[in-house]
């Protein structure tokens, strides 16, 4: 099996990890109560998803 000759400082790893970043979700409008949600989930405020009522959210 190969193996790497020598072990890569902690520098050249640190350094190729700063192009890791991460991305904010995407979030949209909930078309039943027009609050912001995450795409494809159901709305966590009103429980909505495709137009019907998926879950029922938890009252504040
Ligand atoms: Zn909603």
Same mark, same amino acid.
């Given at each position: 099996? %190969? !193996? ?7 520098? #050249? ?6 192009? &890791? ?9 909930? %078309? !039943? ?7 494809? #989930? ?6 909505? &998803? ?11």
């Amino acid at each position: 099996m %190969p !193996n790497p000759k020598r072990r890569h400082s902690k520098s #050249r790893s640190r350094k190729r990890r700063t192009h &890791y970043k991460a991305t904010a979700p995407n979030t949209g409008e909930c %078309p !039943n109560c027009h609050e912001q949600k995450l795409t494809h #989930r159901a709305c966590p405020n009103c429980g909505y &998803y495709d137009g019907r009522s998926i879950i029922i959210p938890k009252e504040a």
